[in-house]
């Protein structure tokens, strides 16, 4: 090798030494930098990933059930559910009004992945039991709005499917208006959603249905006790916080309104003291306006799937409550 290629060779070496200690120093200058910067928040869509697992799962629907009850919920919590509610448009129950039939389609497919979404998360459904209930939700909606369709326009409801299903149909998961179906004909309950398991079944009015069903009398208020009185002594029964799934609806009216059709689906566990607001208490009450502050309370003694049916059956609560939020924290 003559001289003038030992230079070559020595001049390359010594550019590539150059080249890499400006290279690192760069490296180090833009790694400094960025570790002084205070990081942005991520974007919407990466927000699920950072939400830590609230218990781990037991394997066990009924203890898990119960602990998520008597943890509930903290503020960020509900926060985020009240986001994806309103992500997956469920808070525009108002615009619904002039909906188009299509636009109607979409606000109710939304409204059955919620409430199957509720169940799997409250009753921790397997894959399966999802698929199921995700296959009969979508036959009774269509059911209900194919009725609907063939009935003519009555007085002044619009021909419009869209406001009349709204304005003509209740929500098919709630009890007939005229009386207490047989546990065998409410559509949309868990248990014939899906083949539940028994400790799944522990998780719901199933048998207190059955019982009531086969009770021995003509008196509505004395088969009903009578119902309780046999679910509450079934051994290993969890105990739940109110008598029956109806006390609000037919008795005592102890339950607040918001939550009575969630504890019909997602009983209420002894732990959750849920507060009745004055003039439950006491009819002759005038209503005080807290700014929320009672309602957020009992919010956050809800089970996640439980709030989720909560928002689900009043959606227009879900302004008030993040308006609640907002105001604890100011």
């Given at each position: 090798?003559?001289?003038?290629?030992?230079?070559?060779?020595?001049?390359?070496?010594?550019?590539?030494?150059?080249?890499?200690?400006?290279?690192?120093?760069?490296?180090?200058?833009?790694?400094?930098e960025a570790a002084g910067r205070k990081p942005l928040p991520p974007p919407k869509k990466t927000r699920?990933?950072?939400?830590?697992?609230?218990?781990?799962?037991?394997?066990?629907?009924?203890?898990?059930?119960?602990?998520?009850?008597?943890?509930?919920?903290?503020?960020?919590?509900?926060?985020?559910?009240?986001?994806?509610?309103?992500?997956?448009?469920?808070?525009?129950?108002?615009?619904?009004?002039?909906?188009?039939?299509?636009?109607?389609?979409?606000?109710?497919?939304?409204?059955?992945?919620?409430?199957?979404?509720?169940?799997?998360?409250?009753?921790?459904?397997?894959?399966?039991?999802?698929?199921?209930?995700?296959?009969?939700?979508?036959?009774?909606?269509?059911?209900?709005?194919?009725?609907?369709?063939?009935?003519?326009?009555?007085?002044?409801?619009?021909?419009?499917?869209?406001?009349?299903?709204?304005?003509?149909?209740?929500?098919?998961?709630?009890?007939?208006?005229?009386?207490?179906?047989?546990?065998?004909?409410?559509?949309?309950?868990?248990?014939?959603?899906?083949?539940?398991?028994?400790?799944?079944?522990?998780?719901?009015?199933?048998?207190?249905f059955e019982l009531l069903d086969s009770a021995d009398s003509s008196d509505l208020v004395t088969r009903?006790?009578?119902?309780?009185?046999?679910?509450?002594?079934?051994?290993?029964?969890?105990?739940?916080?109110?008598?029956?799934?109806?006390?609000?609806n037919l008795r005592d009216q102890t339950i607040p309104n918001w939550v009575a059709e969630t504890n019909?689906?997602?009983?209420?566990?002894?732990?959750?003291?849920?507060?009745?607001?004055?003039?439950?208490?006491?009819?002759?009450?005038?209503?005080?306006?807290?700014?929320?502050?009672?309602?957020?309370?009992?919010?956050?003694?809800?089970?996640?799937?439980?709030?989720?049916?909560?928002?689900?059956?009043?959606?227009?609560?879900?302004?008030?409550?993040?308006?609640?939020?907002?105001?604890?924290?100011?």
């Open positions: 090798m003559n001289k003038h290629h030992k230079l070559v060779i020595a001049w390359f070496i010594i550019s590539g030494l150059i080249v890499f200690t400006a290279v690192r120093e760069i490296q180090t200058a833009v790694a400094s699920h990933a950072m939400r830590p697992v609230v218990l781990p799962w037991s394997g066990d629907p009924v203890a898990d059930y119960v602990a998520r009850c008597e943890k509930g919920m903290t503020n960020r919590q509900i926060g985020w559910i009240i986001e994806d509610f309103r992500n997956a448009g469920l808070d525009q129950l108002h615009s619904t009004d002039n909906a188009t039939d299509e636009e109607l389609d979409i606000y109710l497919s939304a409204q059955q992945r919620w409430y199957q979404q509720a169940l799997v998360d409250g009753l921790r459904l397997t894959r399966e039991q999802s698929a199921q209930v995700a296959k009969k939700l979508g036959e009774l909606f269509k059911n209900a709005e194919m009725d609907l369709r063939e009935k003519p326009v009555i007085g002044d409801m619009s021909a419009s499917v869209a406001t009349r299903f709204k304005t003509a149909i209740p929500a098919p998961w709630r009890f007939n208006a005229y009386g207490i179906l047989p546990a065998s004909e409410m559509s949309m309950s868990p248990w014939n959603l899906c083949q539940l398991s028994a400790s799944q079944e522990r998780l719901t009015w199933m048998s207190w009903m006790e009578n119902a309780s009185r046999q679910f509450r002594a079934k051994k290993g029964e969890p105990l739940f916080w109110s008598p029956d799934p109806l006390s609000a019909s689906i997602l009983p209420l566990h002894a732990s959750q003291k849920i507060l009745s607001p004055p003039e439950l208490q006491d009819p002759f009450a005038e209503p005080v306006d807290d700014g929320g502050i009672l309602l957020l309370a009992n919010i956050r003694l809800l089970h996640p799937a439980q709030f989720k049916l909560v928002l689900l059956f009043g959606p227009e609560l879900a302004e008030e409550i993040q308006s609640a939020l907002e105001n604890s924290v100011r």
